[in-house]
């Protein structure tokens, strides 16, 4: 069995702690605040890809799987961080991105300069049809996901992603081979496992058949539906490199898998016979993003987000575990994203942190995720680096949108919000670096910050760090992680209650992003074990005032 941990941190290494001042946050940097992490209640710390990459797709298009990109830092540099944080009880998960690699990776320039080249194999690569692309998939990046290899015009390779990250080909079992061995390589550096990325794109059908045309109306389909389609085919390759890799090592795994998944399928990716330790509980954001552009999406009501939520931590197969995320690098701030306007500040902050802190699962804290930061407010497209959000930009400009109204669009759903260098002080560029910042700064960086927060006993950092303590008190553990969720009946669209069940505990977790005060029974002997807000309580009853939350654990019965 792998290690139990109680509160996980997703750290982004360009934008947390810049150790040099060349403005890019390094491995140094983010060693230097691990205590910080620690005071969270920090024990799983995953760490986005530092490994040496052209940043095509900020880490995400890898040239080279064994080296650390110098941008942060070296391998020593590693090693050392990897070993500051076991001093304090930090495991580090690293972030294992093979569903492709990079155009400049040495396999991709192998394949270039002879298809016929053993690394050849490891890539997909096919001949056009009828002077066309092979097939009519949409790369996750815009257009197709073809593109004539370099050098030889008749023949094309594939990527799901952008031109520069070709996908790997799993089905050649050398190139499974070389992955596992840079994984097991990982792992006797003191690695504890791997957050996997995009892993179910590698379920593909090689015949790359047409698929029929989808919403946005280029003709083409999103490449996800061939992975939905195949992933059969991904679970016999991940099943492989669990009994090959990660069973021997005993791993930590989570997966980036996109829902919905039924319960059947489910039972292969997480629970004992399961191919991954965790997964992300994407429900709620699959919803939010299925549609053609960020210019059609429409927010979410609180209560769809519950309702989601809820039926997620309900589906999860016994002994499964649920990776919670209500942010991360790929999306806005939870707090601009999820809740209502008028709770998009401190206090709404706090009260989410109640119940992402108390749902079932392994929270994953988002950098800034426990500053309560928001999104930013973005002046024009160039503050923006993110590939994506050139792609987004110009999908609405073409639907229409004037640039203002497209710029917008960006400054709610966009990846960039996140991506912002963490503000740990109100000191010039947030104390982030003494040199310029590679991205700009959080218009209220000043006002929320880290050194603010410190010793505010009202700061969302504060309520994180309570929150963090909480879960590990050691009788609390396998009720916060593993036990059933009950919903409470709602009393309002902008309430989420619920009771966490294991044998006699009962614990009772209610927040209140409304605008009246909600109240509910609750017993004089009720241990209250966190609160934030107005929380009035009188004998047997207890009131919730706006943007307050409790946690109560019942007596037994
Ligand atoms: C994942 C990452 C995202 C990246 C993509 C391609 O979704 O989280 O940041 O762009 O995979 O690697
Ligand atoms: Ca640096």
Redesign the pocket.
Known sequence: MPQHFHTAFELYPASFF?????????LQ?AAQKLPYLRRLGVDLLWICPFCLSPGVDNGYDIADYQMVDP??GTLDDFDALVARAKDLGIAVLMDLVVNHCSSEHEWFKRACADPCCEEAGFFYLRPGKNGQMPNNLRSNFGGSIWDPLPGHDDLYYCHFYAKEQPCLNWFNPELRARIYAMMRWWLARGVAGFRIDTIMSIGKDPSFPDYPPDLVGDGRCACGAMNDACQDTALTFLREMKAQVLSPCDAFTVGEVWGPLPPEKLKQLIGPDGVFTAIFDFSARSELTCRPGFYAYTPMPLKRWRDLTFAAAQRTPEGGLLALAVENHDSPRAVSCWLPESMRNSSGAKALAAVLMTLPGLPFIYQGQELGMTNVHFNSIAEMPDIQSAEEYRRALEHGLTPDQALSVLNRWARDHGRVPFPWSSAPQGGF?TGQPWMRLHQDYAAVNAAVQDDDPHSVLTAYRRLGQLRRRPELQTLLQYSALEPKDHQQDLEIAFFRVHGQQRLFTAANFGNAALTYQLQADAEMLFTCGTVLRRHDACALMPGSALIALLPEN
């Open positions: 810049d150790s040099n001042g060349d403005g890019i946050g390094d940097g941008r942060f670096t």
